[in-house]
């Protein structure tokens, strides 16, 4: 039997152990691939308006948490293993919101600092540090910094020439203040207050590390504001508008001077009038120092103030892409961003985030088609799922493709870690009905950065392409993979997407692409024009390349409905051509698990390792129809089938290769597009 004062012994104990408490998550095996999401934490959310919430240091991914308890947590994702753990750091002290979630900050030191604070629950800044430098397991006591009212987020920023860290909060009037330490965060002075004015403005932060901090910042609640978008720097104690303009000193009391449209305006959201009301999402500097941001812009606003009748607006987000180019700022509309994640909030984005070392990548989550805007059903439900976007250079557009696809949860909020060899993007993932109220868990995917490129300038390759909902969004994942042809090995690209009805097909501007030295097939059932047709079957009897993808295996194989008078289909492009038969699908619910048939490492299987690596589509099958003279490169097995999902073969003189691979994730997969890359090369016969 435990004593009353064993017992409170014990309790104290208890209670130390738990503010200290670290719990892992099992490494996931050596065979696992590894650029598959990985789920690694089984709790947690965060908010946006704090940074850094992530940090990538060598191999490990930190990053910071509030689970639906409302503790708040730093984890660690060991990406040599994918093996994770979670520190809590406040268990029980502050209510479950993920407003409340602290950033990081790696210290010169190499130890982690974290700054946090309830979301406007009271006048502390609470802050802690690692005990050893790169360790979450152990961390000094919670201190508290007393501001001058109740204070949400934290964003905090070591700047070398000065060797001073700054802390910036919201405060006093909803105002933007700022802290200074000079001993990397072991305690703190109050530095003084950005703005003062009666709104309740937005702002996103991010440094260069050396001596300047930039900002974009709303003239308030998109809810309450019509909202605005402006941008400026603050440099050795001196505020700056975008072309370097003094605003004026900084203030180091708690009064200010300066207000949000003091500033360079980016987005004119016409503040008079309720339409296109912007909120600012993340910002990022390139190289040389120069930012550019992110923000949405919601089309169908509610009446200012509103809290009753949400239901009216909120279902039509954008995502904006601002640059500072050559002394005046470039802004605009590049996806639709969908609706919002729950009623009252409808300004409350999936949200869209930069690549930190990449002006030209970003992710966003959407619950809708990002250049249509076609709502995202997965049995009948919208669904958020999380897309990458990158583009060929800073004059052409934005291509996106799928990293989640046909989700059983919604995905949103990414996080966007890079440094030279790869990028890395975290989401949460699960259920979100408000920001008190949530069960989320939280996944990271590991992307490769293309080391070289390979220049192939003569070459042209088309791609034939139809959109359709079985097609699996081949809309989006061939122009990207075009883009990145064009980008990475210097290949001219052209995407013929067709439209009309799938019995009278047409492909627009064929006819002037036949010049082109590879067709790319990805396209689903459809019957084309005589003309066409004749204009395909031509290329192939030239003896010139065909590349097939997925779909390819039923291309011309109209299944239902009369084909009009002057178009046709082509059943034996499957078994003539691409020398198998369609045999139908394997289990939607099981992924692909993909073997090379020939040795990894040269030739179409260059750059490719050995082991088994992962696609999340389903199984192609084909039987035992393959053409026996096919040369199979990769087979597959799903649901306990096998079956060869990439060959090559001849047919005349045309070089042929096909894959059942090409499912919408695939494509942010490293294997699958070098894997592609190899198989362009040798179709058009380049070493």
């Known amino acids: ?61 930190f990053f910071t948490g509030v ?24 268990e029980g002290s502050l209510p479950a919101d993920d407003h409340n979630v602290g950033s990081l900050m790696l210290r010169p030191d190499g130890k982690i600092l974290t700054v946090y604070s309830g979301h406007t629950y009271d006048d502390s800044v609470r802050y802690r540090t690692t005990v050893n430098p790169f360790d979450i397991s152990e961390w000094t006591d919670e201190s508290s910094f007393i501001a001058n009212a109740k204070v949400c987020y934290s964003n905090t920023y070591y700047l070398e020439e000065a060797d001073l860290t700054y802390n910036f909060f919201r405060g006093n009037g909803n105002n933007p203040h700022y802290m200074v330490s000079k001993d990397y965060g072991d305690s703190w002075t109050f530095g003084g207050r950005l703005f003062e004015f009666p709104g309740r403005s937005y702002l996103r932060y991010a440094s260069d590390g050396k001596n300047r901090v930039h900002f974009i910042t709303t003239d308030g609640h998109p809810r309450h504001m019509n909202n605005n978008i402006y941008h400026g720097y603050i440099e050795n104690g001196n505020a700056y508008k975008s072309d ?40 990022q500097l390139d190289e040389n120092g120069t930012p550019y941001f992110v ?28 640059i500072w180019d050559d002394g005046k700022w470039v802004e605009n509309e590049i996806a639709f961003g969908g609706s919002r994640l729950y009623p009252d909030e409808n300004e409350y984005t999936g949200l869209i985030s930069l690549n930190p070392k990449d002006k030209n990548i970003l992710y966003f989550s959407g619950d809708v088609h990002p250049v249509t805007g076609d709502p995202l059903l997965v049995d009948g439900e919208r669904r958020y799922e999380i897309f990458r976007g990158e583009r060929l250079d800073e004059e052409s557009p934005w291509e996106f493709t799928p990293v989640t696809f046909n989700s059983k949860e919604d995905n949103f909020r990414p996080i966007v870690l890079a440094d ?66 064009t980008k990475e090995s210097g290949f001219e690209t ?33 019957a084309l024009s005589t003309d066409q047709m004749q204009l395909i079957k031509d290329y192939i009897a030239a003896g010139k390349p065909v590349l097939g993808i997925r779909t390819a295996n039923h291309a011309f194989s109209v299944r239902e409905g009369d084909i009009p008078l002057g178009f046709e289909d082509w059943k034996d492009f499957v078994p003539e051509v691409l020398g198998h038969e369609n045999k139908g699908y394997g289990a939607a619910r099981s992924p692909t698990h993909v073997v090379a048939e020939q040795k990894t490492g040269k030739k179409i299987l260059k750059g490719i390792p050995e082991g088994e690596w992962e696609s999340q589509g389903n199984l192609y099958l084909i039987g035992n129809t393959l053409d026996k003279k096919a040369n199979v490169i990769l087979s597959g097995t799903s649901d306990g089938k096998t079956n060869p999902i990439a060959y090559t073969r001849k047919y005349g003189k045309s070089r042929v290769f096909y894959t059942s691979l090409g499912y919408p994730t695939d494509f942010t997969h490293p294997y699958f597009i070098q894997f592609m890359k190899n198989a362009i090369d040798w179709t058009l016969k380049i070493k």
């Open 244 to 283: 370097g303009t003094l605003v004026g000193p900084l203030s180091t009391t708690e009064n200010s001077k300066f207000k949000p449209s003091d500033f360079t305006i980016v987005f004119d959201g016409d503040l008079e009038t309720r339409e296109d009301v912007g909120w600012t999402s993340d910002i």
């Open 1 to 61: 039997m435990i004593t009353h004062s064993k017992n409170f012994i014990f309790t104290i104990v208890l209670l130390l152990f738990q503010f200290t408490n670290t719990y892992s998550q099992s490494s996931l095996g050596k065979n696992i691939d590894p650029f598959q999401p990985v789920k690694i934490a089984e709790d947690g959310s965060w908010c946006w308006f704090q940074d850094e919430r992530a940090l990538l240091i060598d191999n490990k991914v």
């Open 295 to 322: 923000f949405t812009v919601a089309k169908d606003p509610v009446s200012r103030g509103e809290r009753f009748n949400v239901s009216k607006g909120g279902f039509d987000n954008r995502y904006h892409y601002a």
């Open 420 to 485: 030279e060899n790869r990028e890395i993007v975290l989401w949460l993932t699960g259920r979100y009905t408000t920001y008190k109220d949530y069960q989320l868990k939280v996944y990271g995917k590991v992307i490769q950065k293309k080391k070289t490129v390979k220049k192939n300038e003569n070459k042209k390759i088309t791609f034939l392409i139809s959109k359709d909902p079985d097609n699996y969004e081949a809309d989006l994942t061939i122009p990207y993979f075009a883009m990145k042809l």
């Open 67 to 90: 689970t639906s308890k409302g503790y708040n947590t730093v984890s660690e994702w060991n990406l040599d293993d994918n093996s994770s753990k979670t520190t809590i750091i406040t």
């Open 494 to 526: 052209k995407v013929i997407l067709g439209e009309g009805e799938r019995n009278e097909f047409k492909l627009p501007e064929l006819e002037k692409n036949m010049d082109s030295d590879l067709l790319v097939f990805f396209l689903r059932r459809v």
